[in-house]
């Protein structure tokens, strides 16, 4: 009887023991590894250095304006490329862009004359109705350039000038909606103004094959109807920031100046096919490149991904 009971309490100590072995097993295997200093100076560094995504909003001046992206340090993509040499080097981190909780597409139908005004880039927008004679000096303006513009095509035009329309897009340019007969659609009916932009896009698509995504009103003239009629056909509606004035013909140097004076973050700039834009648009792009904007398209503008 007495063996027994010291047996029991025996077996009681070992099995008391195991537990508290495994015990400190399970939470030896479940505690988090050590951060090295390594480590620790990305993870500071990244806390320094995040840039917090901005959502896309409807502005009560600007109406629509698209979002942008933040960014942060991937810490782990960074330190794998530190960990070798075991030094903190700003030379090797590596980033990664955090997208916005609100897009362009989850606003109700607005029209959108501007950027995003935390993206150093401004686009160039060449609405063409006619004007064909300086088209190609534009062109080699901005093949030289290296900038790529959205043209606005009026669908009419393109029906008489599809060899033109065609090596505009050749040269790599995004190609917009300008409606069929420059009409005043403040004026017009839904369904006149459904058979504006579709008709322009049915001739676009005939002769170049795509379908744009932008419809910019001719004069700018629009109402809520002209939006909502774009949105219906998968298209939102562009106006602009800074117009040129080219139509009143000044003198280039005068239009690049008030231009440029003018241009922001996010400024999208009017022109058409004109002999002072012609004249004038080299001094325009270089000056805005000197000003440290960057140059794209709409798409490009409207992207929430990130220029720097």
Known sequence: MILHRRTKHFLFIIVSM??????????????????????????????????????????????AIPGYN?????????????????????????????????????????????????????????????????????????ENQEVKATFFFDGSWVKNNPDLAELIYKEGHEIGNHAYSHPDLQKRSKDETMEEIKKTNDVIQATLGIKPLWFAPPSGSFNQETINVAHELNMKTILWTVDTV???????????????????????????????????????????????????????????????
Do not use: C
């Not at 537990?19 to 990244?46: H, M, Q």
């Not at 993206?119 to 060449?126: G, R």
């Open 18 to 63: 195991v537990f508290i072995t495994l015990g400190s097993f399970v939470i030896i295997t479940f505690a988090k590894p050590n951060k090295d200093d390594l480590y620790k100076k990305i993870e500071t560094y990244s806390e320094q250095h995040t840039v917090e995504p901005v959502d896309a909003k409807v502005d009560k001046v600007w109406k």
């Open 70 to 142: 933040g960014l942060t340090v991937n810490i782990k993509a960074s330190y794998k490329k530190m960990k070798k040499d075991n030094i903190f080097d700003i030379s090797k981190i590596v980033y990664k862009e955090i997208p916005p909780k609100i897009h362009l597409d989850d606003l109700e139908p607005q029209p959108i004359y501007r950027g995003n005004p935390h993206k150093t880039m401004v686009t160039l927008l060449i609405n063409v109705a006619w004007g064909n004679e300086y088209i190609p000096p534009i062109l080699k303006t901005l």
């Open 246 to 308: 080219d139509w009143k013909k000044p003198s280039p140097s005068e239009m690049v100046t008030r231009v440029v004076s003018k241009v922001e973050n996010g400024s999208m700039i009017l022109m058409h096919p004109t002999q002072p834009v012609a004249e004038g648009l080299d001094s325009m792009i270089a000056a805005i490149k000197a000003k440290k904007f960057k140059l794209g398209t709409v798409s490009d503008l409207m992207s929430e991904k990130r220029v720097d």
